[in-house]
């Protein structure tokens, strides 16, 4: 698409994530006339494509990895859960803070709203984990006697292929609603001037490693930051050079973790997926499970300098025998350190040169015997990893004591509650990270600490889920309606 530089737009959205395309979608039903422009630095959903099964390896694609950049942004290859609510719930506990800026009930509308677009897009209309009310009660308590708490929500389950056929269909949409997209386009700058967004400056995705490309200048009154994790370094690096408001980050790190089917069969059963959250002694720091993935399989994704993370998806009709499942802790520094991003990177990068650039795996006896797990042993493990490409090797020689102290006190209550969860041949993938930017400081409408700037979805801090970013991207909308 050839852009007329000098037309200012009413909307600038950095990004094409889950968060920015509702965003567009609900200025559509309330502003047919607005000139609105999504700038994505990766590819279309429909040239998005992850070459692993075809090399095994994962090839760390240029200038940017597939899974997590394009239109649909980290979601085209989620695993689409879509979390929803409890009716009965007087707080939101899973996706973000989003009802922290608008309030529970208000939050509950929008994700009613923006649940109801997912289902006209072709969703599944079943809800996973809104049976076997008696049998959950149960799990419940079990984790209830070991201090941890059983978050069971309704999920709509979407699988990695039909996300990617829906968001093609959400893509198509925005296109024929007028809504313009540039891909393979990096945001590179921000244009402010006294503390006024003005516009943004650009250049192509494969100039990403030239800092002398040139860059062309796009202006709009009113910018949505809309980066998800994929773009939390970047915002880091906005914020320190433009002086953007923002308050203390924190990193989950942790592990992710695959067992057989057959040991996770009543939650998987019941709930699809159980979020468990703890406090194990002696830190007392936040450990949760986190995207469950049935019959899943567990995959790679890279982030800037080719750091490579780990992740898990299932498809509606490729199954594994396992089921995988993130352990992550949070991790909130304190005076004087105050920089979760980069000590996530450093743990992220120890970790991948263990692996010789791959995802580490290790079996959990192993880690109880205090030895490395070798290949020979990983090819007679009773559990089969599914992430081919991963090395066999030591995790703790990179994840921090406290850290890995943590994993292994919360498996050990878990075992209580699900017999198996602590079996030695499960196995524990890392590095497995969250990373989101330092919270960019925004008001009840999403403006940040610049006049006209917004910040939205996973990025800035105030999502962390498909739902939550989508619903968070409808309520910008409806802001800037009221505003353009
Ligand atoms: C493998 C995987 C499985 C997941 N499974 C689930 C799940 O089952 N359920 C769930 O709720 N969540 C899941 N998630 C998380 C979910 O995908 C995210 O929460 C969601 O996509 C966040 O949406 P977003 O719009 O905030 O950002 P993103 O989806 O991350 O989109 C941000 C976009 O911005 C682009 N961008 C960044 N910086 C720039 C720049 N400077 N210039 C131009 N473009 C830029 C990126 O390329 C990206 O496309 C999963 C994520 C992954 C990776």
């Given at each position: 698409m050839r852009l007329n530089m000098k037309e200012k737009y009413d909307v600038i959205v950095v990004g094409a994530g889950p968060s920015s395309i509702f965003m567009a979608y609900e200025l559509i039903q309330l502003h047919k006339d607005k000139k609105v422009l999504l700038i994505e630095q990766g590819r279309k959903v429909e040239d998005r494509y992850c070459p692993i099964d075809k090399t095994g390896n994962c090839i760390k694609c240029k200038p940017f990895c597939n899974i997590t950049s394009g239109f649909s942004g980290a979601g085209a290859f989620s695993d689409g859960k879509l979390s929803l609510y409890n009716e009965e719930d007087d707080d939101i506990y899973v996706g973000g803070i989003l009802h922290e800026y608008i309030?529970?009930?208000?939050?509950?509308?929008?994700?009613?709203?923006?649940?109801?677009?997912?289902?006209?897009?072709?969703?599944?209309?079943?809800?996973?984990?809104?049976?076997?009310?008696?049998?959950?009660?149960?799990?419940?308590?079990?984790?209830?006697?070991?201090?941890?708490?059983?978050?069971?929500?309704?999920?709509?389950?979407?699988?990695?292929?039909?996300?990617?056929?829906?968001?093609?269909?959400?893509?198509?949409?925005?296109?024929?609603?007028?809504?313009?997209?540039?891909?393979?386009t990096i945001v590179d700058d921000l244009i402010i001037e006294k503390n006024e967004i003005k516009?943004?400056?650009?250049?192509?995705?494969?100039?990403?490693?030239?800092?002398?490309?040139?860059?062309?200048?796009?202006?709009?009154?009113?910018?949505?930051?809309?980066?998800?994790?994929?773009?939390?370094?970047?915002?880091?690096?906005?914020?320190?050079?433009?002086?953007?408001?923002?308050?203390?980050?924190?990193?989950?790190?942790?592990?992710?973790?695959?067992?057989?089917?057959?040991?996770?069969?009543?939650?998987?059963?019941?709930?699809?997926?159980g979020k468990f959250i703890g406090k194990p002694s002696p830190f007392n720091d936040k450990v949760r499970t986190f995207c469950q993935n049935p019959s899943g399989f567990v995959a790679s994704e890279v982030y800037d300098n080719n750091l490579s993370l780990v992740n898990g998806h299932s498809y509606k009709e490729r199954k594994s025998t396992n089921t995988n499942l993130a352990i992550l802790v949070s991790h909130h520094f304190t005076y004087p350190f105050n920089k979760p991003i980069e000590y996530g990177r450093n743990v992220a990068k120890n970790l991948n040169?263990?692996?010789?650039g791959n995802i580490l795996v290790q079996r959990l006896g192993d880690i109880y015997r205090g030895k490395r797990t070798w290949e020979k042993e990983i090819a007679t493990n009773s559990v089969v990893p599914t992430l081919k490409s991963a090395v066999p090797g030591d995790i703790t020689y990179a994840i921090g004591y406290r850290t890995m102290t943590d994993i292994l006190n919360f498996i050990r209550s878990?075992?209580?509650?699900?017999?198996?969860?602590?079996?030695?041949?499960?196995?524990?993938?890392?590095?497995?990270?969250?990373?989101?930017?330092?919270?960019v400081v925004i008001d009840n409408n999403f403006e940040s600490s610049v006049k006209g700037l917004y910040?939205?979805?996973?990025?800035?801090?105030?999502?962390?889920?498909?739902?939550?970013a989508s619903a968070s991207g409808v309520q910008m909308a409806r802001i800037l309606a009221e505003k353009l």
């Open positions: 309030g529970v009930p208000k939050t509950k509308e929008l994700i009613d709203y923006t649940d109801k677009i997912y289902l006209e897009f072709g969703a599944d209309p079943k809800l996973e984990g809104t049976e076997h009310k008696e049998e959950i009660k149960k799990i419940y308590n079990k984790a209830k006697k070991e201090g941890i708490n059983l978050i069971n929500i309704p999920i709509r389950h979407l699988g990695t292929e039909k996300a990617h056929e829906l968001y093609k269909k959400l893509e198509d949409y925005l296109q024929e609603h007028k809504i313009e997209i540039i891909y393979q516009g943004v400056k650009i250049k192509p995705s494969s100039e990403l490693m030239n800092e002398d490309a040139e860059t062309e200048e796009i202006y709009a009154s009113n910018v949505v930051i809309a980066v998800g994790r994929k773009g939390a370094n970047w915002l880091v690096n906005m914020c320190e050079k433009h002086k953007i408001k923002t308050s203390s980050g924190i990193v989950d790190i942790g592990v992710r973790y695959e067992l057989p089917d057959e040991i996770m069969k009543e939650i998987n059963t019941y709930m699809y997926e040169e263990l692996g010789a878990m075992d209580k509650v699900i017999e198996g969860f602590a079996n030695p041949d499960n196995l524990l993938y890392a590095p497995e990270i969250k990373f989101y930017s330092n919270q910040s939205i979805g996973d990025g800035g801090g105030m999502t962390r889920g498909l739902m939550m």
